[in-house]
């Protein structure tokens, strides 16, 4: 340096020299601090389309969901991946509702708009209407939105042997859902491809798919369809199957299924590697006919990637509440935060469960019996 400022010590080139240091200069600290980078997530449950709500969204011309997200449309847009749990599969035509369910092809349409980029389709109701339901509703959004990843089912064995990755602001997040069972319903000899199950006989091919999964991406992410409906709390099968997660290198783990909430936490195996688990998000929305199926949740992880790996940062979760409007005429989903006893006041579960206590007091208070965290 001392050599250098000697050689173009005049008044000219000393300014030069010292103008293009400082550019360098600059340039440096801008690449130390892009070092680090941040993946926002949010994901909530059961989008579980009965009858009841299907029919609420008629129009003169079709059918038209997007009230369902009306109220948390923002925080889905906000960011950077924003995932939902379709429960029921997309149908043309002849609509159901439980115990067999076939929704209009429109609530992609509202699911689409509403932001979300990444939807899990493989639950206990995949199969309810059969394999060609399922091929139907995958030419859906792969014709309509190419560039939504939709998990848990596949056309082909080869699209079921492909690991989907996100590549968002320079973090490679892979992604993984399986559900433990399809109702007594099952795939086809040759077809067993098309839905990824989380049963025992799986477990070698769930181990291989984490390990490409690894392989292949910085952050691992798997959604599982597990648990017991309307429990609180992880059963045996949760915790057997998030030990094996947690010992395979998964990074994050959210559950559906139980139609209600269980907690969350951040988990740490034998060799120091933390994994969260939110254990069941409950509900989006439903038309379920107890106070606890309408309390659901969105998870909120904040991921980082540094010098020191890639991990997550920041996590909680916004409490939601499905709101139904008088004999099922209209329904849509709230924060918490924004719901209000005059709301709760006029939500159709006071008829359905009139014994049952129902304000904003009693959703905050099953929150916390149920996750330990204030709403």
């Given at each position: 340096?001392?050599?250098?400022?000697?050689?173009?010590?005049?008044?000219?080139?000393?300014?030069?020299?010292?103008?293009?240091?400082?550019?360098?200069?600059?340039?440096?600290?801008?690449?130390s601090?892009?070092d680090?980078?941040?993946?926002?997530?949010?994901?909530?449950?059961?989008?579980?389309?009965?009858?009841?709500?299907?029919?609420?969204c008629?129009?003169?011309?079709?059918?038209?969901?997007?009230?369902?997200?009306?109220?948390?449309?923002?925080?889905?847009?906000?960011?950077?991946?924003?995932?939902?749990?379709?429960?029921?599969?997309?149908?043309?035509?002849?609509?159901s509702?439980?115990?067999?369910?076939?929704?209009?092809?429109a609530?992609?349409?509202?699911?689409?708009?509403?932001?979300?980029?990444?939807v899990?389709?493989?639950?206990?109701?995949?199969?309810?209407?059969?394999?060609?339901a399922?091929?139907?509703?995958?030419g859906?959004?792969?014709?309509?939105?190419?560039?939504?990843?939709?998990?848990?089912?596949?056309?082909?064995?080869?699209?079921?042997?492909?690991?989907?990755?996100?590549?968002?602001?320079?973090?490679?997040?892979?992604?993984?859902?399986y559900t433990?069972?399809?109702?007594?319903?099952?795939?086809?000899?040759?077809?067993?491809?098309?839905?990824?199950?989380?049963?025992?006989q799986?477990?070698?091919k769930?181990?291989?798919?984490?390990?490409?999964?690894?392989?292949?991406?910085?952050?691992?992410?798997?959604?599982?369809?597990?648990?017991?409906?309307y429990?609180?709390?992880?059963?045996?099968?949760?915790?057997?199957?998030?030990?094996?997660?947690?010992?395979?290198g998964?990074?994050?783990?959210?559950?559906t299924?139980?139609?209600?909430?269980?907690?969350?936490?951040?988990?740490?195996g034998?060799?120091?590697?933390?994994?969260?688990?939110?254990?069941?998000l409950?509900?989006?929305?439903?038309?379920?006919?107890?106070?606890?199926r309408?309390?659901?949740?969105?998870?909120?992880?904040?991921?980082?990637?540094?010098?020191?790996?890639?991990?997550?940062?920041?996590?909680?979760?916004e409490?939601?509440v499905?709101?139904?409007?008088?004999?099922?005429?209209?329904?849509?989903?709230?924060?918490?935060?924004d719901?209000t006893?005059?709301?709760?006041?006029?939500?159709?579960?006071?008829?359905?469960?009139?014994?049952?206590?129902?304000n904003v007091?009693?959703?905050?208070?099953?929150?916390?019996?149920?996750?330990?965290?204030?709403?």
């Amino acid at each position: 340096m001392k050599l250098l400022w000697k050689k173009y010590s005049s008044g000219f080139w000393a300014g030069l020299f010292l103008a293009i240091f400082s550019v360098l200069l600059i340039s440096t600290v801008r690449v130390s601090a892009a070092d680090t980078r941040t993946v926002d997530l949010v994901a909530v449950g059961d989008d579980l389309i009965h009858s009841s709500i299907y029919k609420a969204c008629k129009t003169r011309s079709g059918y038209n969901f997007d009230t369902l997200f009306k109220h948390i449309r923002k925080d889905v847009q906000a960011a950077d991946i924003s995932v939902i749990n379709q429960e029921t599969i997309l149908v043309g035509r002849n609509y159901s509702g439980y115990p067999s369910f076939g929704s209009p092809k429109a609530v992609a349409d509202a699911v689409a708009k509403a932001g979300f980029n990444v939807v899990t389709h493989a639950t206990n109701h995949t199969l309810d209407r059969g394999t060609n339901a399922i091929m139907d509703t995958l030419g859906y959004w792969n014709r309509k939105y190419p560039d939504i990843k939709v998990l848990g089912i596949h056309k082909s064995r080869n699209a079921a042997n492909k690991i989907t990755v996100v590549q968002k602001n320079g973090i490679r997040i892979a992604m993984l859902n399986y559900t433990y069972g399809l109702n007594g319903y099952r795939l086809p000899a040759g077809k067993k491809y098309m839905i990824d199950l989380l049963t025992s006989q799986n477990r070698n091919k769930i181990r291989r798919d984490i390990k490409s999964a690894k392989k292949k991406s910085d952050f691992v992410i798997v959604f599982t369809h597990w648990g017991t409906e309307y429990r609180y709390s992880p059963d045996s099968s949760q915790k057997n199957w998030t030990n094996f997660f947690l010992d395979n290198g998964v990074d994050l783990l959210i559950g559906t299924h139980p139609h209600v909430l269980e907690p969350y936490r951040m988990l740490k195996g034998n060799n120091g590697k933390k994994m969260l688990v939110y254990y069941s998000l409950g509900n989006f929305v439903s038309s379920q006919n107890r106070v606890p199926r309408l309390l659901g949740g969105m998870a909120k992880v904040t991921i980082v990637k540094n010098s020191k790996g890639t991990y997550v940062k920041k996590y909680g979760m916004e409490p939601l509440v499905t709101h139904i409007s008088n004999r099922y005429k209209s329904f849509t989903v709230y924060k918490l935060r924004d719901y209000t006893d005059t709301l709760a006041g006029k939500n159709y579960i006071r008829r359905i469960s009139p014994r049952e206590a129902f304000n904003v007091r009693k959703l905050k208070s099953l929150y916390k019996k149920i996750t330990g965290r204030k709403a």
